[in-house]
C-alpha cells in the first residue's frame, strides 16, 4: 500500500510489518551510493525535510568501501581507479551535506557518516561476517546478490559479455559492506526501530523480507521504497543561517557530552 508523506515523495512499505515499522517513526536509513546521479544535492535537500518531519532520528549513510576495486574490475587503471574513487567519494559526501544545511532548521536528529566508519562496530562486525557466510552457503541468497550485482552494473558490461567472476566477487564485497544495514540497523545505531528507504525495489528484498528461513532482516527493521511522486522534480531551498542545522557528523553521546 502506498502511503503519501508529502507533497513530494510517495512511500511504499515492503509488508504490512514494514507499514507499522514506518509509522512507529523511530529512525530512517537513507543509504547513497557515490556516482548514483538520483542524489543530487536539491535531492537530498528534499529527503531531508521528508525525513525528518516523519522520523526522531535521521542518518545519510554514503558508501565508500570497495569503490576503487570497483572502477578497476570494469576497466579503469589501478592508478586510476584510486583517484576516481576519491573524487566520487568527496563528491558524494559534499552533496550530502549541502543538501542537508539547505534543507532548513531540523524536526529530528540528522547524521551524515560514511560507510567505512563502521567497521569498528561489533555489531557491524557480526553482520557482516554473517552476510559473508549467506554467500558462500545459502543459494537463493546468493542468487538475490548475483542478480543485484547485475541490475546495478549490468550498463557497465560491454554488449555481449557477460559479468566475470572477478568482477562479480568485488561486486558481492561491496553489497556485503553495504547489507549488514537492511538486517539489523537498530542493533547498528542503537535505535528501537528502523525503516531503510531507497527509491526502488532492491532485487533481495524478497530475500530479506519475505521469506521463511536464512538470512532475514530483523523484526524491527523495515524496507520501504520511497519515490518523487509523479511530476514532482528536486527544487532548491533557500537556506537559514548555517549554525541552526548544520549537520552533525558525532554521535548523540559526543554531542551530549558536549
Given amino acids: 500500500m502506498?502511503?503519501?508523506?508529502?507533497?513530494s515523495f510517495e512511500v511504499l512499505p515492503f509488508t504490512r510489518t514494514c507499514r507499522h515499522i514506518w509509522e512507529d517513526g523511530d529512525h530512517v536509513l537513507i543509504g547513497v551510493?557515490?556516482?548514483n546521479s538520483y542524489f543530487s544535492s536539491e535531492r537530498i535537500t528534499s529527503l531531508a525535510q521528508w525525513a525528518t518531519t516523519r522520523f526522531a532520528q535521521v542518518d545519510f549513510v554514503y558508501a565508500d568501501l570497495h569503490v576503487d576495486r570497483m572502477f578497476a574490475a570494469f576497466g579503469y587503471t589501478r592508478e586510476h581507479?584510486?583517484?576516481?574513487?576519491t573524487k566520487e567519494i568527496k563528491a558524494v559526501r559534499r552533496r550530502i551535506l549541502k543538501g542537508v544545511e539547505e534543507s532548513g532548521p531540523p524536526q529530528a536528529e540528522i547524521r551524515v557518516r560514511a560507510l567505512s566508519e563502521f567497521q569498528s562496530n561489533p555489531v557491524y562486525q557480526l553482520l557482516h561476517r554473517r552476510v559473508l557466510h549467506f554467500l558462500e552457503t545459502d543459494t537463493e541468497f546468493r542468487k538475490g546478490c548475483e542478480e543485484m550485482a547485475l541490475h546495478f552494473?549490468?550498463?557497465k558490461l560491454p554488449e555481449g559479455e557477460s559479468i566475470t567472476d572477478d568482477q562479480l566477487q568485488v561486486c558481492f564485497d561491496y553489497m556485503a559492506a553495504e547489507l549488514p544495514?537492511?538486517?539489523d540497523t537498530p542493533s547498528i545505531l542503537d535505535v528501537p526501530s528502523?525503516?531503510?528507504a531507497y527509491h526502488v525495489k532492491m532485487p533481495l528484498t524478497d530475500v530479506l523480507f519475505a521469506r521463511g528461513g536464512g538470512l532475514r532482516a530483523t523484526r524491527n527493521q523495515a524496507y520501504a521504497v520511497v519515490r518523487p511522486e509523479a511530476g514532482q522534480t528536486p527544487r532548491p531551498v533557500p537556506a537559514a543561517p548555517a549554525e541552526n542545522h548544520a549537520p552533525t557528523e558525532r554521535n548523540v553521546d559526543e554531542r551530549r557530552a558536549a
Fill in 2 to 7: 502506498t502511503i503519501t508523506a508529502d507533497a
Fill in 33 to 35: 551510493s557515490p556516482g
Fill in 81 to 85: 581507479a584510486e583517484k576516481r574513487a
Fill in 153 to 155: 552494473v549490468g550498463s
Fill in 181 to 183: 544495514f537492511f538486517v
Fill in 194 to 196: 528502523s525503516v531503510a
